[in-house]
């Protein structure tokens, strides 16, 4: 176990000394960011967070699309960050290296994989942690840390240059610790927003919140599911929000989703695990199975059930995901779906054993709400919340597919509206 400053860095992390200078000028001049240790950057190698592949790998010869982007816009690259283990994890605490602090809640763990990235925003050493989400690698690292966060529509930033867990279900996201940010990082990253075609000049008329759906929806049964303090923390956001500032929009209300079965939620979700293990097996498999010894206890057990599932179950899992696929973005339509961010509150680090029983719990908790967006390749913005105790927690907020730019100005507007009790300010 290394410093916390190793546990947050691999490579450079020096706010004075950035690893790679911008090379633009644009929206992010000033910006700092830290790079999850899966991106390739020119000159350096990727480690993934296995000590042992860092040792193996070569130098990469080219940038990361999504990296390039943000130098060329002005940002500067302060140092590759620690991610868990090839990504197949939630919970930050990586064996190689150490776990990551959580500053918005020291006796608790950072979330993973992009764990190093979360830390270093929440630590004030970046202004941007540029990761990835597959299974809620974004989203819960923010939610344990109160920042905010973006998974992007699975496809519309290049994954050139990115090292793959699940390309079924991969992303490109970041976290921040202020909305603005969160917004300007998209502007870049994203592609630009469609512009409707007008027939005729406009009329000068008051500003009007973007493209902003009329309806919130949540499904109630996933609040059973979660600890009692993030529910309550969830449903007050969007009781008060919904029912008591219509300004958001002028005819918002608050959709329920009732009836839905448990049981197609849990075989969705075993969907999901199915072809992610199947592809990150299919991915790193051949390395890690004469590397057994250099694996994490954790992330070498998840390795090792992913050795085992059989191509029929692979294309039993694609048919019933392809369902599930329809059936959310028919539940998203063209409003706004509103669930939790993670099944509880970050994990005490006391009790957060490798592999142990309550990390194993809570992330198959979490990852229950977290397949929905990955098996319907929707984009989720999370707004960091608290509960009543005052513990970092998060909403997510999942939009229609391509809705990224509109979600974000969205999820503003939400967050401007929360009473002052439930918000995280810095």
């Known amino acids: 176990m290394g410093s916390v400053a190793s546990t947050v860095w691999r490579s450079g992390g020096e706010p004075d000394a950035p690893l790679v200078p911008s090379s633009g000028a644009g929206p992010l001049e000033g910006q700092s960011v830290a790079v999850k240790d899966l991106y390739a950057l020119a000159g350096h190698r990727i480690g993934a967070g296995n000590p042992t592949w860092l040792a ?18 002005g940002a500067a690259i302060t140092g590759i960050a620690q991610t868990d283990e090839f990504a197949l994890s939630l919970a930050g605490t990586n064996q190689h290296y150490g776990t990551p602090p959580n500053p918005a ?53 290049s994954r050139e240059g990115l090292l793959p867990l699940a390309q079924s279900f991969d992303t490109v996201g970041w976290m921040t610790r202020d909305a603005e940010t969160l917004g300007l990082v998209a502007e870049v990253l994203l592609p630009a927003r469609e512009q409707p075609a007008r027939e005729q000049p406009a009329r000068e008329e008051p500003a009007q919140p973007s493209a902003l ?11 059973d599911q979660v600890d009692p303090e993030v529910a309550d923390a969830v449903r007050a956001a969007v009781d008060g929000v919904s029912g008591h500032h219509e300004s958001l929009h002028p005819s918002l209300h608050l959709k329920r989703l009732e009836g839905v079965s448990r049981d197609m939620h849990a075989a969705w979700f075993e969907a999901f695990r199915i072809i992610q293990m199947r ?4 991915n790193h498999g051949e390395w890690i199975s004469s590397h057994w010894e250099a694996m994490a206890d954790d992330v070498g057990a998840r390795f090792r059930t992913a050795s085992q ?101 969205w999820a503003q507007q939400f967050h401007a509206r929360l009473q002052p009790t439930q918000e995280i300010r810095r």
């Open 105 to 157: 809640a020291p006796d608790r763990i950072s979330g993973g994989s992009s764990s190093g990235s979360a830390a270093a925003v929440a630590l004030g050493q970046v202004s941007i942690g540029l990761g990835t989400d597959t299974g809620g690698s974004i989203r819960v690292p923010a939610s344990y840390q109160g920042l905010w966060g973006m998974r992007s529509t699975h496809g519309a930033i």
């Open 56 to 73: 193996e790998a070569t130098e990469q010869t080219s940038t990361a699309t999504a990296v390039r982007l943000l130098l060329e816009a």
């Open 213 to 223: 759906p009329p309806e919130l929806t949540i499904i109630p049964s996933l609040f």
């Open 279 to 282: 592809e990150a097996w299919a």
């Open 309 to 409: 599932f059989s191509a029929d179950q692979e294309q039993q899992a694609r048919a019933l995901a392809a369902g599930a696929r329809r059936i959310i973005r028919e539940w998203v339509g063209d409003s706004v779906l509103a669930l939790p961010s993670a099944a509880g509150p970050a994990p005490l680090r006391r009790e957060a054993a490798l592999g142990g029983e309550v990390i194993e719990k809570h992330r198959r908790g979490t990852m229950m709400l977290t397949c929905l967006a990955g098996l319907a390749g929707l984009p989720v913005v999370n707004v960091p919340l608290r509960t009543a105790a005052g513990l970092p927690t998060g909403v997510s907020l999942l939009g229609a597919p391509g809705s990224d730019h509109e979600l974000i100005s």
